[in-house]
């Protein structure tokens, strides 16, 4: 019976108008909306509407929270949710936002038993019993307003969300039947010849940090197929399938949807 309500509530805040002024907001700052067909921008504002209704979005380090703060990242969050059935990131409760990048002290392993005390910056930060995902604004809005570049904060916290949602953070979210046949096939050697190319210092399209574990190389790869979808197909083609498949969507067709791979 809750599911029902909860359904027939979000079925409800999709269905209404979009403010104009969040609209202007979304046409501003989110690159990759302009590049989508118009009933995939309408479906998108459908999940902002959700996600902004749903999430509590607070503001740290000083910062004062804004529509536009709150609409930029529920749009960008939302382009993950798209043709997928979707219970918008079930473990995730708040947002939190500091206008720049943050600090956080941490402790690590440095042998021997031994741990030391680090200060770490960050652009932002989630897990799964925080139930809460950090954010850095201007990181936000310069990953959000350039879509070709493979860099996007909002879209890589978020699919580490995703991640989380069958209960292990592996670089392997919830799939169906279908691509569990595939996924660990292609994925593993991908992620394995990562890590052997940052350990050479051979160039890579995918981004290097990707090699520290394979839920931050689910993440990276998840922000070059949205920012950079053809150079992806062009040079991983299986891993563009994959993600396709898994995301439903094809990126690559979209028009202006990143340059071809050249060289």
């Known amino acids: ?113 031994i741990w030391a005390d680090d200060d770490e910056a960050r652009l932002g930060h989630t897990a799964p019993q925080l139930g809460a995902l950090i954010l850095a604004w201007d990181a936000v809005l310069r990953g959000a307003r350039s879509a070709d570049d493979g860099d996007n904060v909002v879209f890589h ?35 394995e010849a990562l890590r052997h190319a940052r350990e050479s210092g051979a160039p890579t399209l995918i981004n290097q940090y990707g090699a520290k574990n394979p839920a931050e190389f689910f993440a990276v790869i998840t922000e070059l197929f949205f920012e950079r979808p053809r150079e992806l197909r062009d040079r991983h083609a299986a891993l563009y399938e994959e993600l396709r498949s898994f995301y439903c969507q094809d990126p690559a067709s979209w028009q202006g949807g990143g340059a071809a791979a050249g060289g």
Not at 24 to 46: K, T, W
Not at 163 to 169: A, P, R, S
């Open 1 to 113: 019976m809750i599911e029902f309500f909860k359904s027939r509530r979000r079925a409800r805040l999709r269905a209404l108008a979009f403010p104009a002024d969040w609209q202007r907001i979304v046409d501003r700052n989110v690159a990759v909306f302009r590049r989508l067909p118009p009933e995939d921008q309408r479906e998108l504002l459908g999940h902002t509407q959700v996600l902004l209704a749903e999430k509590h979005f607070e503001g740290c380090g000083g910062l004062q929270l804004t529509d536009e703060i709150r609409v930029t990242i529920a749009a960008g969050a939302s382009v993950l949710l798209l043709h997928r059935d979707t219970d918008y990131y079930p473990r995730l409760t708040s947002i939190l936002v500091y206008p720049g990048t943050y600090v956080v002290r941490e402790e690590r392993p440095i042998g021997g038993g």
């Open 157 to 191: 916290e978020f699919a580490h969300q995703l991640d989380f949602e069958d209960d292990n953070v592996d670089g392997t979210p919830p799939l169906d039947s279908r691509l569990y046949r595939t996924w660990a096939s292609v994925l593993t050697p991908e992620y």
